[in-house]
């Protein structure tokens, strides 16, 4: 097994099964809309379902099926991707429509279990074939994750669609399936996969869709971007969330005329996402210029496909600049005060991703950017009659954190949704607003001087601020608000009495109950070293994938861009695994070690916020709790000296990952945010330290 020819059909295990893990998750966020709490439910599937199939792996003792596991792999790839594809139209979800929890969950579980149980097969049966540790098999396995996860991010990415992907992975593992064994023949089966993609890969990609065809579709570095039409309108989605629709003459006035008929005379404006049908209308104004900012240039080059000659020619005017770029970064590199107006054209902080805009921390970045009668504009979701609990709560953080940044801050009427906030007074009576819009002569065909009236009249505008101030949220970049409204948005819609009561829980209440379970199981296994090896371990999977979904999810939450990221961030935690595998093979005192890692785990989760300053400092964190988790799991098995119990730990391994990204990601990031997830590893690590410790007067 030393040489590097018998070692690549572990790297390709390794491989195989990033790429795969990459590209459901990719696939599971279309479905559900670029909802990222799904990144912490498909991974904790993922690994629940991986680490059963390495439980029965472990029962198998014969080589020859080893070869057979790359097969049905191949095998169940494609109709894996399709399933997914299914989901929506099997649960007569229309587009955008939101998605139960339940059914997230069931859907999420039935798709993915019966690959990647035989994924948690096969690394059993590859240890049983290679007569070498499960240490080894660990590593080699991490470095094809590695591979794959660059491969991905600077090769794959906006090059190649889910579906293809998936083929030639399927391809790649019948011809390693050949190659292990030793039997040409095995070729033959290269047209199973190429003849169901062929057959069913154009159904497969107008399911989501229920019965409307895709007018276009285009794989982006970001996501999956699709054109439906229906008749002359076209609505454009990524991943599955509708970011506008065109043409749309209510939206794109009101979005406009609204924001520039509060400001006394607009100058400089800068417009972050939305539709560039908007551009036509700022240009109506006397104004210089206005920057139009979207990050991903498929999205603008397919907009600009979709728009008629007079919005074509307004996105040609000299008075108007497309910038390529994410608008945090635009708004960050800026040294001095440059806008007048800056106007959100964005969806509802439902995401991560979108829920970046709508935080204290960017409303501070803005500030610095705005003129003196600057003034930030933005939507809110809009309601008819009573607002909702869900709608309440997001809407309130918002303009809490508006409020915590700017001195003033105007709302208008709930059917309207809109909100302003700036350093200087705002002008929002109606009468003067009317004034002034009269006097402007603009010619529009939807917006007029009476929609101001409505908009501003105060007994609503009264209503709407009170109901907001009874919110005491304050949306953050560390503790986004975007999370918490999923939940209660699942609650409110579907009923869910779970949910409710798990809205009910306080930081305090889940500290109790996590220190009585510690000592729980402390007292059942304190002072025996196998049961404690076993607790060790299964808190490496659980500390281990709570760092991975926070890295995730907060990359997200800060960059937004982890849809494009998300290969490089999990290829740093896999190198890292063998690094930290490769690491433990020169330790002399297993037990010893094991000690000093589980110290270095705490230590790292305490630290952690200090990584959170630097996009790069991402990728070192990810690459140091890696190698920590990977140092850990070795040293177990080396703990153990049992090769049989090889499967059984990467098995507990695996059910405590599954742990960590299903708790961290459902309960703890949205009720208690970052930091209190980071401190619920140390609170865990700090037991099995403590017990790894007792060990050492210990016999088994």
Same mark, same amino acid.
């Given at each position: 097994?030393?040489?590097?020819?018998?070692?690549?059909?572990?790297?390709?295990?390794?491989?195989?099964?990033?790429?795969?893990?990459?590209?459901?998750?990719?696939?599971?966020?279309?479905?559900?809309?670029?909802?990222?709490?799904?990144?912490?439910?498909?991974?904790?599937? #993922?690994?629940?379902?991986?680490?059963?199939?390495?439980?029965?792996?472990?029962?198998?003792?014969?080589?020859?099926?080893? /070869?057979?596991?790359?097969?049905?792999?191949?095998?169940?790839?494609? /109709?894996?991707?399709?399933?997914?594809?299914?989901?929506?139209?099997?649960?007569?979800? =229309?587009?955008?429509?939101?998605?139960?929890?339940?059914?997230?969950?069931?859907?999420?579980?039935?798709?993915?279990?019966?690959?990647?149980?035989?994924?948690?097969?096969?690394?059993?049966?590859?240890?049983?074939?290679?007569?070498?540790?499960?240490?080894?098999?660990?590593?080699?396995?991490?470095? *094809?994750?590695?591979?794959?996860?660059?491969?991905?991010?600077?090769?794959?990415?906006?090059?190649?669609?889910?579906?293809?992907?998936?083929?030639? $992975?399927?391809?790649?593992?019948?011809?390693?399936?050949?190659?292990?064994?030793?039997?040409?023949?095995?070729?033959?089966?290269?047209?199973? /996969?190429?003849?169901?993609?062929?057959?069913?890969?154009? $159904?497969?990609?107008?399911?989501? #869709?229920? *019965?409307?065809?895709?007018?276009?579709?285009? +794989?982006?570095?970001?996501?999956?971007?699709?054109?439906?039409?229906?008749?002359?309108?076209?609505?454009? %989605?990524?991943?599955?969330?509708?970011?506008?629709?065109?043409?749309?003459?209510?939206? +794109? +006035?009101?979005? !406009?005329?609204?924001?520039?008929?509060?400001?006394?005379?607009? #100058? @400089?404006?800068?417009?972050?996402?939305?539709?560039? *049908?908007?551009?036509?209308?700022?240009?109506?104004?006397?104004?210089?210029?206005?920057?139009?900012?979207?990050?991903?240039?498929?999205?603008?080059?397919?907009?600009?496909?979709?728009?008629?000659?007079?919005?074509?020619?307004?996105? +040609?005017?000299?008075?108007?600049?497309?910038?390529?770029?994410?608008?945090?970064?635009?708004?960050?590199?800026?040294?001095?005060?440059? %806008? &007048?107006?800056?106007?959100?054209?964005?969806?509802? /902080?439902?995401?991560?991703?979108?829920?970046?805009?709508?935080?204290?921390?960017?409303?501070?970045?803005?500030?610095?950017?705005?003129?003196?009668?600057?003034?930030?504009?933005?939507?809110?979701?809009?309601?008819?009659?009573?607002?909702?609990?869900?709608?309440?709560?997001?809407?309130?953080?918002?303009?809490?954190?508006?409020?915590?940044?700017?001195?003033?801050?105007?709302?208008?009427?709930?059917?309207? *949704?809109?909100?302003?906030?700036?350093?200087?007074?705002? $002008?929002?009576?109606?009468?003067?607003?009317?004034?002034?819009?009269?006097?402007?002569?603009?010619?529009?065909? %939807?917006?007029?001087?009476?929609?101001?009236?409505?908009?501003?009249?105060?007994?609503?505008? &009264?209503?709407?601020?009170?109901?907001? &101030?009874?919110?005491?949220?304050?949306?953050?970049?560390?503790?986004?608000?975007?999370?918490?409204?999923?939940?209660?948005? #699942?609650?409110?819609?579907?009923?869910?009495?779970?949910?409710?009561?798990?809205?009910?829980?306080?930081? @305090?209440?889940?500290?109790?109950?996590?220190?009585?379970?510690?000592?729980?199981?402390?007292?059942?296994?304190?002072?025996?070293?196998? @049961?404690?090896?076993?607790?060790?371990?299964?808190?490496?999977?659980?500390?281990?994938?709570?760092?991975?979904?926070?890295?995730?999810?907060?990359?997200?939450?800060?960059?937004?861009?982890? %849809?494009?990221?998300?290969?490089?961030?999990?290829?740093?935690?896999?190198?890292?695994?063998?690094?930290?595998?490769?690491?433990?093979?020169?330790?002399?005192?297993?037990?010893?070690?094991?000690?000093?890692?589980?110290?270095?785990?705490?230590?790292?989760?305490?630290?952690?916020?200090?990584?959170?300053?630097?996009?790069?400092?991402?990728?070192?964190?990810?690459?140091?709790?890696?190698?920590?988790?990977?140092?850990?799991?070795?040293?177990?098995?080396?703990?153990?000296?049992?090769?049989?119990?090889?499967?059984?730990?990467?098995?507990?391994?695996?059910?405590?990952?599954? !742990?960590?990204?299903?708790?961290?990601?459902?309960?703890?990031?949205?009720?208690?945010?970052?930091? =209190?997830?980071?401190?619920?590893?140390?609170?865990?690590?700090?037991?099995?330290?403590?017990?790894?410790?007792?060990?050492?007067?210990?016999?088994?």
């Amino acid at each position: 097994m030393g040489n590097m020819r018998s070692s690549i059909p572990f790297v390709i295990m390794g491989l195989t099964s990033m790429l795969l893990q990459i590209t459901v998750l990719r696939l599971l966020l279309s479905t559900f809309s670029g909802n990222e709490l799904d990144i912490g439910i498909t991974l904790s599937f #993922w690994l629940i379902f991986v680490g059963i199939g390495s439980f029965t792996g472990s029962k198998i003792k014969a080589r020859q099926i080893f /070869p057979i596991s790359f097969l049905l792999i191949a095998f169940l790839t494609l /109709p894996t991707a399709f399933a997914i594809r299914a989901i929506r139209s099997v649960l007569s979800l =229309n587009p955008g429509e939101v998605v139960s929890l339940s059914s997230i969950i069931l859907s999420t579980s039935i798709s993915l279990f019966p690959l990647c149980f035989t994924a948690g097969v096969q690394f059993p049966l590859a240890v049983l074939y290679s007569g070498t540790t499960a240490g080894k098999i660990y590593g080699l396995e991490a470095i *094809g994750a590695f591979i794959g996860g660059i491969l991905f991010t600077f090769v794959i990415a906006s090059r190649i669609n889910a579906t293809e992907l998936c083929l030639l $992975i399927s391809l790649l593992n019948i011809l390693i399936a050949a190659y292990v064994s030793e039997k040409k023949i095995i070729t033959v089966s290269l047209v199973i /996969p190429l003849s169901v993609y062929l057959g069913f890969h154009k $159904i497969a990609s107008a399911l989501p #869709w229920q *019965g409307l065809e895709p007018y276009k579709t285009v +794989e982006s570095q970001y996501g999956e971007i699709t054109v439906i039409k229906v008749r002359n309108q076209s609505s454009l %989605y990524i991943n599955g969330h509708l970011l506008f629709s065109y043409p749309d003459m209510t939206t +794109e +006035e009101m979005s !406009s005329h609204m924001a520039m008929t509060l400001h006394p005379l607009p #100058w @400089r404006i800068l417009v972050i996402g939305g539709s560039p *049908g908007t551009l036509k209308e700022f240009l109506k104004y006397p104004i210089k210029s206005v920057d139009f900012v979207e990050l991903d240039k498929k999205i603008i080059d397919v907009s600009l496909e979709l728009l008629n000659l007079e919005d074509r020619n307004a996105v +040609e005017d000299r008075r108007v600049k497309i910038i390529i770029e994410d608008g945090r970064k635009i708004i960050k590199g800026l040294k001095e005060p440059a %806008y &007048d107006l800056i106007v959100l054209n964005l969806p509802p /902080p439902s995401t991560a991703g979108i829920n970046r805009f709508y935080t204290t921390d960017f409303f501070k970045e803005v500030k610095a950017v705005l003129k003196e009668k600057g003034i930030l504009a933005m939507t809110m979701p809009q309601s008819t009659g009573y607002i909702g609990r869900s709608m309440q709560t997001v809407n309130g953080a918002i303009y809490n954190s508006l409020k915590s940044v700017f001195r003033y801050v105007e709302v208008t009427a709930q059917e309207y *949704g809109d909100l302003f906030g700036s350093d200087y007074p705002i $002008i929002a009576d109606p009468e003067i607003l009317e004034e002034r819009f009269v006097r402007r002569h603009l010619r529009t065909g %939807y917006f007029n001087q009476y929609i101001l009236r409505d908009a501003f009249v105060p007994l609503n505008v &009264d209503y709407v601020r009170n109901r907001l &101030d009874e919110i005491k949220f304050i949306n953050e970049d560390l503790r986004p608000s975007a999370y918490l409204y999923n939940l209660l948005l #699942w609650s409110e819609i579907h009923g869910g009495m779970g949910l409710k009561y798990l809205l009910k829980i306080k930081g @305090r209440h889940f500290i109790i109950i996590s220190i009585v379970a510690i000592l729980a199981v402390s007292s059942l296994i304190f002072m025996k070293k196998k @049961r404690v090896i076993y607790y060790s371990i299964f808190t490496t999977g659980f500390s281990g994938m709570s760092f991975m979904v926070v890295i995730i999810l907060l990359y997200q939450a800060l960059y937004g861009y982890v %849809y494009e990221m998300i290969g490089i961030l999990s290829a740093m935690f896999m190198i890292g695994l063998w690094f930290g595998v490769y690491l433990s093979g020169f330790n002399k005192d297993a037990l010893r070690t094991l000690f000093y890692l589980e110290i270095l785990t705490i230590t790292l989760a305490l630290i952690s916020p200090i990584f959170f300053k630097s996009e790069l400092l991402f990728y070192l964190l990810s690459l140091l709790s890696g190698a920590i988790t990977g140092g850990q799991f070795s040293t177990s098995n080396q703990c153990m000296n049992e090769p049989h119990v090889a499967g059984r730990l990467y098995g507990l391994d695996l059910i405590g990952s599954f !742990s960590g990204a299903f708790i961290p990601a459902i309960i703890m990031l949205p009720l208690f945010g970052v930091f =209190n997830t980071l401190l619920s590893i140390v609170v865990m690590k700090v037991a099995s330290a403590a017990m790894i410790l007792s060990l050492g007067s210990a016999k088994d």
